[in-house]
């Protein structure tokens, strides 16, 4: 492998057995597990910097604030982004899809607009869409998914050509089927028909390098877990002239110019969009995290895991698994699917030996039902595992197999 | 250990599950999900006078949920609307608690009782006895 | 003091020095401090079941979801809740309130209802409803406040008679002046006169009783980071049979029942209000602080820092500053202005003798302005304080006073 | 030490601020506020043919912003409007930056340069000098 296999001694969840069995863990897409050194930096803020934020009358508000806006340039260099103003904090990927669909569209989203959403997105960034579709007579229009499971650029022409296309939401990465959707080039097709552009980087943060800036999309939406960082924070991009148009999303604290009961007035982005008490133990950790990645390199990941899926598929292929997908361009995540056996039964075979593996719909129920599949298991690979890893699952397939042939 | 999990009648009924398909007019239905791994279940009645007539499923999942639905349209058949109630509760119990499944209630059911010991799968026994009562609540 | 000095060694932050001198933290009002336990906790989330919940395919999964779901039933069980799905976890006690506003706002609230909310109000609890009312063309009318610092209930009567008030929003305890209000007899009042009851218990948590079953409101807002727990996470309580009316408030994962293009279905509460991947290393975190508060008491802690304010309120005085508010249930919170000495800078000289106490609106600009005051210095008590750690205020009062006098 | 911040000429500013009060018809004003403290000010200028003819501000905050307030009314007044974004530009390097302050331009703002060392403060040094350009920036 390209990564030394002493990466893996930092991460200290990955030093215990499971079921009597060490545990091999293959879900990173759905939260990777944390170095120490991220662990330690939100342990770290709590016993030497536990202060709100933006208040620094005194000592502690100075740390803890300069830890949360050093978070703040941080993930905009990281990103690629032109101004750390255009970094706002949010809980989750999901809050930030949510924040932008409900911001945006009261903006701009009229009666009959059409939203543009590829068949393969995550739930997280369907639904923020009908919700606000429904709340402003919009329409979501699936883009559809090859059998391959890309994208289909044609049809997604023509849909563009068709409507009056308000926004495109596509995600950078596959979560599902670890498709690496050519963003670029369909945020500059949704572009040229006058369309904004909502890009799901969930699963891109810590897997392909964006440069936020020479991308001609309006949002980038970010989990921190999903990247060796903390649970409770995430983070959404917007391009400041966006985000300076667009109304606050939550009330509260923080967000505020000045408030009466006659004219309640906001802050200028990000702070306009982060209301109530902001959460600088999860930005400090998020930092850390932002560093390890940068310190691996995101392309030396990148190659990492594409060596192991690459292994990983033809052992899987070998043991009589259909994976399910051929896209052009993949991440470290492979869906597949194995005869007579349900995703969900072997799921507790792989338990069994101490693997952990999703089966599902992956929160992507029209993916599922456009590929006419139930469900799937999914292995998905980070920077500690190993194509070692896979043995296990060779085993826990042999041995379900067993049962179910 | 996992043999205890999938016994053969597990397996039988799962890879040949009784009572699947439709119902076209039934007097009672209502839909399982299980929001996680997207497993669902449809059930179907026609219940006359208090009784379970006919009862059919269709759907996907796992030969967990699968079994448990075949077993389960032949462990209420022809039984009262009542006593199908006080089934699902033994098994319900059988599957959840920890003191000896009652054998007499149970027959073939109590095969399921496996998934004590694999929490998450608990759902996937279930999912067909929760549509169940779901439809008989409501009405076609 | 009724505690035990030695709970302050239980909270390592508080065992540096700040600018040459030992930290006096005054300001857990803001944010409290944490003790270890809870610092662990977190740690120990990541270190042994760093999973997402509800997907307990596997071995950490299950440990994930059993660590949430154990914290939603130890949560009900502190505030007596009589279910545990009248529990959502939120980010923050300003996001519940914000939910609240939202999906309650949508199935309720129509053109030109009246929604009361208090003079003293933290903007968290005027701001989201301010924007639901400008949402629905609903008004928000202030309930005015004594000089005493208390909710005028005879002019919250009249208000109730006179308009069609839908909903009444006030605070717990008051983060500015420690005001304790009769959230019970409030809460009585508003029912009968037809209205529902957003209580805002930001800072009740962790300060008062409560059992929100024999109270007859509707919501109950709370945060985790005032509360000797982790920041990033809080919850909304709510009615069993007012949540299950709501619409959902963010759309995505986790949420939803089914998703498909044509017709997307929602989960029962409290999945429906819960979008995207959960928190459950902060939740177990927030769960170790409410064993920790259970452990001490709450009795005890009101009790503590009963004595305390009570001796600081004397000691001030004495040093010439003059208390704001004379509420006759107070928690342990002092708001004061000293005479010709601005509150900011006065900060300047506690942060220099290693105090950390907070100055200025305390996120209540309306009820400085109903004051006449630009703003206070406020100490906020919590466990670990003793009268000791007050006599370094006086000691920072008598060297401004040096310089402005 | 906290002498160095509040020196004599800063707590006489502040005590009896020069130019506060209000303007009845402004050419340009803007209000700054800080959100985190509730500090507000309000500037207004009268401006003719680019020349700074009148200034004066009004509003509540610390020590700190208001002898700021006051000393730049004192220092912008009968200066052009270039020249008077020129002395904020200076005087925020010199509250800002650590290098030596240009006493020339600056003269008693120079007074103000212990903010440096309490970096919370810097804003409230600051905030009217914002508000002054935001008001030269649009009209009345
Ligand atoms: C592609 C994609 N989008 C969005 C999300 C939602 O992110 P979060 O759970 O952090 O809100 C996920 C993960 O769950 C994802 O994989
Ligand atoms: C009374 C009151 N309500 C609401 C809030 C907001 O809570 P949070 O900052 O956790 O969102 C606070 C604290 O900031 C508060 O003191």
């Given amino acids: ?405 | 250990m996992l043999q205890e999990l999938y016994q053969e009648v597990i397996l039988d009924h799962s890879k040949s599950p009784r009572n699947s398909g439709v119902i076209d007019e039934p007097s009672h239905q209502a839909e399982g999900f299980n929001p996680f791994c997207g497993d669902q279940v449809k059930v179907m009645l026609i219940v006359d006078e208090g009784l379970i007539q006919e009862i059919r499923f269709s759907g996907q999942g796992c030969a967990i949920s699968q079994a448990s639905a075949s077993m389960m349209t032949q462990a209420v058949k022809g039984h009262t609307v009542a006593e199908a109630r006080d089934i699902f509760k033994t098994f319900h119990k059988a599957v959840t608690e920890d003191d000896e499944p009652d054998i007499d209630v149970l027959n073939e059911l109590a095969s399921l009782c496996g998934v004590k010991a694999y929490p998450s799968r608990i759902k996937c026994a279930t999912l067909a006895w929760h549509a169940m009562e779901e439809a008989l609540e409501n009405h076609a």
């Avoid at chain 1, 369909?186 to 936020?212: F, N, Y």
């Fill in chain 1, 1 to 405: 492998m390209s990564l030394p296999s002493s990466i893996r001694c930092q991460f200290p969840a990955l030093q215990q057995e499971v079921n009597g069995r060490p545990l091999v863990y293959l879900d990173s897409a759905a939260t990777s597990q944390k170095p120490q050194r991220v662990i330690d930096a939100v342990s770290n803020f709590y016993e030497t910097s536990c202060a709100n934020v933006n208040r620094g009358a005194y000592e502690l508000g100075r740390r803890s604030t300069n830890l949360y806006e050093g978070a703040r340039t941080l993930l905009q260099e990281f990103i690629g982004a032109e101004h750390s103003e255009e970094i706002i904090f949010t809980k989750g990927c999901t809050e930030a899809i949510n924040l932008a669909a409900n911001s945006w569209s009261a903006e701009y989203l009229e009666y009959e607009d059409v939203i543009l959403v590829s068949e393969m997105e995550h739930h997280a960034n369907i639904v923020p869409w009908q919700m606000a579709a429904e709340r402003h007579g919009a329409r979501v229009i699936p883009i559809p998914v090859t059998f391959d499971c890309e994208i289909d650029l044609d049809q997604f022409e023509s849909l563009l050509r068709e409507e009056p296309v308000k926004m495109v939401a596509v995600k950078h990465i596959c979560n599902a089927t670890g498709t690496i959707n050519p963003i670029e080039q369909i945020a500059t097709m949704a572009k040229e028909a006058g369309s904004a552009v909502m890009i799901d980087g969930a699963q891109g943060l810590a897997h392909q390098r964006v440069s936020v800036k020479d991308l001609p999309i309006d949002f980038y939406a970010m989990a921190s877990h999903k990247a060796y960082g903390p649970m409770g924070i995430g983070a959404l991009y917007g391009k400041r002239e966006v985000l300076r148009e667009l109304p606050p999303y939550q009330g509260g604290g923080d967000m505020i110019r000045a408030v009466s009961f006659e004219d309640t007035t906001y802050r200028k982005p990000p702070g306009r969009f982060e209301a109530g008490t902001q959460n600088p133990a999860d930005a400090a950790g998020f930092a850390e995290a932002l560093r390890f990645i940068s310190e691996v390199g995101v392309e030396a990941l990148h190659q990492h895991e594409t060596e192991i899926r690459i292994a990983a598929e033809k052992m899987l292929q070998d043991a009589g698994a259909d994976i399910v997908g051929s896209p052009k361009e993949k991440a470290g995540i492979i869906s597949f699917v194995l005869p007579r056996i349900h995703p969900h039964d072997f799921s507790t075979f792989s338990d069994q030996l101490g693997a952990a593996i999703r089966t599902g719909h992956h929160c992507c129920m029209p993916l599922m039902s456009s590929l006419g599949l139930p469900g799937t298991a999914r292995v998905s690979l980070a920077a500690y595992n190993s194509i070692e890893d896979l043995n296990v699952l060779i085993e826990a397939i042999e041995s379900a197999r067993r049962i179910f042939a």
